[in-house]
């Protein structure tokens, strides 16, 4: 991975270089869920997964989200309503056929091409800009314990988590 670059300086007329190691073909995926309810703590329930499958996927087959959703719903002990984007994978036939099988589960499916009304959006820029910023990585098991060292913090911060849920301009209550 490229390092992002938050800030930088060098002497006018040189450019500051940052040395990167090689490439990896390791790869790490990350997928989270933004969670709020009036009058208590917002929370971010997320899972990550750093190696390729046995079945050779690099990404979230359907059967992880269905599997991280039933993870939030025993750790929320209550309804869901899950406001998503349009991931090929969101939108599968066996996750399809889940969805409708739970009483607890409420999909509301955001328009095509709008992640600017998506929290979990505001939620990677934020560990982009605070935490992968000006590193330069040593290897893909630093990346992986930087990110979730990222989630981790962003996930005790509610105030963080709230303030995604504001970016979007959307709120809890109904209108």
């Not at 959006?121 to 982009?128: A, G, K, N």
């Amino acid at each position: 991975m490229t390092p992002p670059i938050a800030r930088t300086w060098s002497p006018r007329g040189q450019t500051p270089v940052i040395t990167v190691r090689g490439r990896s073909r390791r790869r790490i995926s990350i997928a989270a869920l933004a969670c709020y309810k009036p009058g208590h703590r917002s929370r971010l329930i997320y899972r990550s997964r750093p190696e390729a499958r046995p079945d050779g996927r690099k990404s979230f087959a359907w059967s992880d989200y269905r599997d991280l959703l039933i993870a939030a719903h025993r750790q929320l002990g209550g309804p869901i309503v899950l406001v998503w984007d349009n991931l090929n994978t969101h939108l599968t036939a066996g996750m399809r056929a889940f969805i409708a099988a739970q009483d607890w589960l409420t999909v509301v499916q955001l328009p095509t091409y709008a992640p600017d009304l998506n929290p979990v959006e505001s939620i990677w820029s934020l560990l982009r800009r605070c935490f992968l910023s000006n590193v330069a990585f040593t290897g893909p098991d630093h990346l992986i314990r930087t990110v979730r060292h990222g989630l981790r913090t962003i996930q005790y911060r509610g105030d963080l988590i709230d303030g995604c849920l504001a970016g979007t301009g959307l709120s809890l209550t109904p209108a």
